[in-house]
């Protein structure tokens, strides 16, 4: 018995399990797309056999007439179904990083290289769909929406895509696993605590830098400046980008460490805590630096150093 279901499930998987990641762009050649008849489909086939019985019957020749008029129609509805879906090209697009808790959108360009529109195309995801109209000699971008359940790498997995175009009698569908993936931030706790207290201050000296006391010039802008310290009327006046330099207190380094945080914290609380401060260091504009074991960031501002922080937070003890 469990040797029979082994082999119903090898069978399975060689058709319909999961294929490895396709890179690049996906062609839908014809052996890669199936076609049944839909409920709708089989409920016609049995109608027209019920005409065809009688019109034998009674040997009724307008019964004759519409049962094959009707049969025809439905053969060619197969070649145009079958037809609406084959030779689409599937392209993997963008994805921006997510919280856990978020949906990622995963964005796909379909190209549609024929001379003629393909209608009705639908890309299911754990059951839900997306539709979109292909017109000819050009493309569309679809977003597929993927829940984020837990921190670490996302990938969108198996995508069908299917087409019941034109009448609704068929129902052709295909299969594609694009090469996407994208980050997973852990979910900010929702904790009020605040930010640890820095350390290593310096006392009353006073130096230019990120401080915001007294304004003390401009400079060139640097990546990992604050938006908030733009010059934008400098800007504004094609001045170039410029950054505010402020004169204060020479700002003592505040770090965001594993060992900060109590001992009976698992590893996801941990992680959680730590993605809250660096969120809220970076909207309060502050330098800090992360502490992991065996991760060391030194303090910095700025968007860039924010993602370098979540990325580490987000695949750490995962690769």
Known sequence: ??????????????????????PGTIFLVQKRVYILPTRPGVAFAVALAVMLIGSINYNLSLGYILTFLLGSMALVAILHTFRNL???????????????????????????????????????????PTRCDVPPQRGTTVSIPVEAQKRGWLMPGRI????????????????????????????PDDSMLPLPDPSGGRGEKRVAGGGSDDFAGLRAYQPSDSPRHIHWKAAAREQGLQTKVFSGRAAAELWLAWDQLPESMDLESRLSRLTRWVLAADKDGLRYGLRLPGVLLAPDSGEAHR???????????LE
């Open 160 to 187: 069908t895509v299917d087409t019941r175009f034109p009448v609704g009698l068929l129902r052709a569908w295909s299969y594609i696993r694009p090469d996407m993936h994208c980050v997973v931030y852990p979910k």
């Open 1 to 22: 018995m469990f040797e029979k279901l082994l082999r119903r499930s090898q069978i399975w998987n060689l058709f319909f399990g999961p294929r490895l990641p396709e």
């Open 86 to 128: 084959v030779h689409l090209r599937f392209t993997a697009g963008r994805v921006e990083p997510v919280f856990a808790g978020e949906t990622a959108w995963f964005e796909l360009f379909v190209e549609n290289r024929s001379g003629y529109e393909r209608c009705s195309i639908a890309l299911w995801h754990e059951g839900k």
């Open 307 to 317: 993602l370098t922080c979540l990325r580490e937070l987000a695949l750490y003890a």
